[in-house]
């Protein structure tokens, strides 16, 4: 008997995540896009001080990351972004977080496509429109063209090239796994390459690096008063989120979405956690600097040409062709390795919302979730593969295959699930903790809160506004789908009558429901930072202390506020909650 018990651990340890995986998982998610395209930007933006963009938002993702990795430890989940909030929450506020997280991690493919259709674009000229190219081309209306949006053709091979992440992400789990862990140590590889070489390569360019080149401002999607700042100096808060550094780490919390899966003997689940998403992200912002340097040394040799690499150009002006090559390949791994580890985290979040019964049922049903293949049965959840690729390939039409745009939409909404799991680990009673470990809890989770909200304050109003558009747009249909799939409406009844999912619109009306003033604190809250970000906006930069002050305060007075409702709410409805060497529930929730 013990020996099969020893035997059937050993295979469930086999099935589960290592260091290696989860690291792979985790940078493979971060490496991306991110690095290729957001240093002109943030060069441009604020000049030799940009390295301190990449310092500062690598400092606000570790502290985010410290409050994610404590409650992952404490409450391991896969699934548990949506998971968690549901129980200590309610249904609510994890449909908002629901509808953040499903928009992040399904446009997420649809950005690194756009990326990857511009790295082809060396080849191929013709995958993009030359559009209008001129210091306020951003403020050109979506139906118009810009510079970088994807022609007809491009358009085509995204789409191509976003099925080909989903048919990756049909492959066994393990697999699929080996295969991010390979293309990720290409990933990285090659921009260690590019600070080796071109730190000790000679500088003699010609050319000018003065911010406002044509170069990199016709792809903006600010506007150029808004990219040089309208005193005449930048923001390194708005570079942060606006230009894509933020864009650029996101990814870390991969292994969190697996923090069910991770395996449990040797050093243990909280240190390969802890290990895999701190060093990824320490290691990130040495990268990154680094690239930033770089960029800042060579950028005299660029050329106006929009479909050059830059870092290939500085490549091509050292005589260092072979590593032009590697950079323009990696222009196009990059972001596909990036893309299928976002498609195949998101399948694991959305079959937990599905089996919440937050959204349809059906989508993590055993018809829908697996195949056989060769006689072996793949868990690859292909039906919410399939919605997913709806939703990336429906914004990616949207905004015409802009990047920067995918950006804000990947940017912008990422804060608003970043800004929960600090709520839920001082609210969940199962995370509870003592002395000076409670304390330390604490400290990290208030001051991420707080800085999630200057984030967003610092962000450009065109961003703030689509980002949290999209939120609202995603959440108002995961509440009001399954309101009507119940009631006999013409036409919209019958189409919605399958729809299978929990009614909650009607909690509204409840007297005393402990799960709407949490979602009220927390809707409340995000209509104030849009607020003072519009009223920066529309006032100009002289109201930015003002404006500052009030969504620090914000912060800093909901937080506890939503601390306190969770736990009503947890009065009312006990939480379901994993713990650390526990298997995973079969269901999610004791009122699911």
């Known amino acids: 008997m013990h020996a099969r018990t020893a035997s059937a651990q050993d295979v469930d340890e086999g099935r589960r995540l290592s260091v290696l995986d989860l690291v792979g998982l985790a940078a493979g998610g971060v490496v991306g896009s991110g690095w290729l395209l957001a240093a002109g930007q943030a060069h441009w933006a604020a000049g030799e001080d940009a390295v301190w963009a990449w310092v500062i938002g690598g400092a606000v993702m ?55 259709v511009r790295g082809l674009a060396h080849w191929f000229p013709s995958l993009l429109r030359s559009g209008h190219v001129g210091a306020d081309v951003a403020g050109l209306p979506l139906g118009m063209d810009r510079a970088n949006d994807l022609s007809l053709t491009g358009a085509l091979c995204a789409v191509l090239l976003m099925i080909v992440v989903v048919g990756f992400n049909l492959l066994p789990a393990r697999r699929l796994i080996r295969l991010n862990l390979f293309l990720t140590v290409i990933k990285v590889l090659v921009p260690l390459l590019i600070v080796v070489c071109l730190t000790f390569a000679a500088t003699d360019t010609i050319g000018s690096c003065a911010p406002g080149d044509a170069w990199y401002l016709s792809g903006q999607s600010g506007g150029a008063d808004q990219l040089r700042g309208q005193a005449g100096h930048f923001s390194a808060l708005y570079v942060v989120l606006g230009g894509g550094i933020i864009y650029a780490y996101i990814g870390f919390q991969a292994p969190l979405d697996f923090a069910g899966n ?92 599905s089996r919440a019964h937050l959204t349809h049922r059906g989508l993590q049903t055993a018809r829908r979730a697996s195949f056989k293949f060769r006689g072996a049965e793949i868990d690859a959840y292909w039906m919410i593969l399939i919605v997913n690729l709806v939703i990336g390939l429906t914004t990616l039409a949207l905004v015409r295959g802009n990047w920067e745009q995918l950006v804000a939409l990947n940017s912008v909404p990422i804060m608003v699930v970043y800004a929960m799991p600090g709520v839920v680990l001082v609210a969940l009673p199962g995370t509870d903790a003592t002395g000076l470990r409670k304390a330390v809890r604490w400290c990290l989770a208030y001051a991420g ?54 009614e909650h619109v009607s909690r509204f009306t409840r007297r005393g429901d402990p799960a709407v003033p949490p979602l009220l604190l927390l809707v409340g809250y995000i209509g104030v930072l849009v607020g003072c970000t519009g009223l920066r906006a529309l006032f100009g930069e002289h109201t930015a202390p003002l404006t500052r002050a009030v969504s620090v305060l914000a912060a800093v007075l909901v937080f506890p506020l939503l601390v306190r409702a969770a736990r009503r709410y947890m009065d009312r409805v006990k939480p379901t909650l994993p713990h650390q060497g526990e298997a995973p529930r079969p269901r999610v929730s004791a009122e699911t």
Not at 74 to 81: D, I, S
Not at 262 to 277: C, P, S
Not at 304 to 325: E, G, H, K, N, V
């Open 449 to 502: 809160f707080v800085a999630v909200a200057v984030v967003i304050h610092e962000a450009g109003w065109a961003d703030v506004w689509r980002g949290m558009a999209g939120v609202g747009t995603g959440a108002a249909l995961l509440l009001a789908l399954p309101w009507l799939a119940v009631r006999d409406l013409p036409y919209i009844g019958r189409v919605l009558r399958h729809y299978d999912a929990r």
């Open 262 to 353: 991770i395996k449990r003997r040797g050093m243990g689940e909280a240190a390969r956690l802890r290990w895999a998403v701190y060093g990824t992200l320490v290691g990130a912002v040495a990268l990154y600097t680094a690239l930033q340097y770089v960029f800042a040394r060579h950028c005299g040799a660029l050329a106006a040409d929009l479909l050059q690499s830059p870092y290939a150009q500085f490549a091509t002006a050292a005589s260092m062709s072979w590593l032009a090559w590697l950079i323009r390949l990696n222009a196009v791994l990059s972001p596909m390795g990036s893309g299928i580890v976002f498609t195949h985290a998101l399948t694991r979040e959305v079959a937990a919302l």
């Open 62 to 116: 570790l502290l985010i990351a410290a409050v994610m990795v404590e409650l992952g430890i404490a409450a391991p989940k896969t699934g548990g972004l949506i998971f968690l909030p549901l129980q200590a929450a309610g249904p609510l506020v994890a449909t908002v977080v629901a509808a953040a997280l499903w928009i992040v991690y399904a446009v997420n493919p649809a950005s690194e496509a756009a990326a990857m």
